[in-house]
């Protein structure tokens, strides 16, 4: 899937936590076109997931600001 496809959710002026953003390279969610997420940080090592899933750290404001574009 390209990121074309997806509706980013958060981060459409900085990175939530004031700062600017460059090219996609700031934490981020974005809604795939059936309705699921991909959610886009800083690689965490809190623990080992299972094979083929992967762990992503996200500021609270990120998620927080996901939540508004949705209005939930």
């Known amino acids: 899937m390209a990121r074309e496809e997806l509706q980013r959710l958060t ?3 900085g990175n939530g936590n004031g ?3 460059g090219q996609g390279d ?3 969610v ?3 076109p059936s309705g699921s997420f991909v959610v886009q ?3 965490s090592d809190a623990f080992t997931p299972p094979s083929g899933e992967g ?3 996200i ?3 990120v998620l927080r600001e996901a939540i508004r574009a949705l209005g939930w």
Do not use: H, I, K, Q
């Open 11 to 13: 981060n459409s002026t």
């Open 26 to 28: 700031c934490p981020n």
């Open 19 to 21: 700062g600017p953003c």
């Open 59 to 61: 500021p609270e404001a």
């Open 55 to 57: 762990l992503v750290e």
């Open 30 to 32: 974005y809604r795939t």
């Open 41 to 43: 940080g800083d690689l």
